[in-house]
């Protein structure tokens, strides 16, 4: 005779959250191209407690597969030839929820899961300890323990497959630079690009500056540079009208001050170097946002353009969704990281730096960039805009900090503030900066 195991039941209900999982399916709904393969690596279809659940996100799954995207027309097509209430679906975005919690929505889901498949599974192994010899039980409860297991291992394919491409992609950065070539666009920078092999897709460039510093000249820059060598490039000018934007890159390429365009004080000379200038900007693939200041916005913008770089001047202006500082900048710090990847383009985030990096309280080994400490963590090249605007205020010390591909380094370069044109510096103006930078220790 067998007995049947006696376990302990709790409330006699397995855990499981059916208002964490509507909440889950809502943001997926609300921001769905950002979301989803995110959601993805950790949440499968079986997963979710409630059948309903299960049935809408493999609906959803199959939308992703299939388009790429997600809207009300190929919602309810789909949903109606696969049985899914979309209209009850559609309920759950009146309900409360935060779209940049999806992520911890997901993994608290994916515990609960485990939770109820390790229930389960001591029920069975019970049972087997019953009914088999103890090496047949051993070898049943090892089994089901490593199923089990296995989907804890899923969250790591990703973390082996991104260990394999920083090794590939260092190798690849030491052979571009024994030969001389470029990864990625260049920066029209030589310390820059002799550090980083050019702006590279599925990379991510945090630049901080204190106020000033020239943060937005070199976001002008680096945009028209890349453009000019072919790159599709999407500039979110969070801080400036796109007008200002454009009047810097008009004003580079012209050699005409900025405040000659602004006043309309321009020779002759200076109008047909204008038009000109206009002329070769027309003809870029460049664009400049100016009112897409939310993530989910920006986001928005990158899937439907698919632009190849990406320049945000500057983090911190990015609007926060009701979340405080730091819980809104170490979101979209984390965000811009996965939307380089997603993707496959290059993005380059300006940042402020903080007050106590301002003043000298920060070590050494602290970059400082303001609100949270993930503008330091997440990005593959950080980089500190230094200018000594009493002194030398047309010389912009480039300091890398970080480069997780790459050397780290120090260098100067000269910034013409009136037209916004950076260019190597010249010898005696190279004197000046390391003189300066010796009395201001960084050297």
Known sequence: MVRTP?????????????ELEKALLACLLVDFGTLYPQIERVIAP????????ADAYKLLRRLYERYGRLDIVLLLSEGKDSGVKVDTLVEYMSGPFFTYHAPFYAQKLFDLAQRRRLIAIAGQQAQAGYELPAPEALEAAEAMLAGVIAREGRLEDGRIGSVLADIRMDTETAQAHAEGHMLGWSTGLACYDNWTSGLRRKQLHMIGGYAGTGKSHLCAHLGLTAAKQGAKVAIFSCEMAATSMAQRMVSALAGIERRHLYAGMLTDDELQARTHAEGQMSALALRIYEKNRSWPLIASAVREWRPDLVLVDYVQKIASGGMDEYEAVTHHSGALQDLAVQQNCCVVAFSQMSNEAASGRLGGD???FKSSGALAADPDVAVVLLRNKDKEPNILTVWCRKNRHGPEGMDGVWLDLATSRFREMHEIERQWWKQDRRIGGKE
Do not use: T
């Not at 006696?6 to 059916?18: E, F, I, M, R, S």
């Not at 979710?48 to 659940?53: A, G, P, R, W």
């Open 6 to 18: 006696v376990l302990y039941k709790g409330d006699g209900n397995p855990p499981y959250d059916h």
């Open 366 to 368: 602290v970059i400082g």
């Open 46 to 53: 079986d997963d979710f407690h409630s059948e309903l659940h």
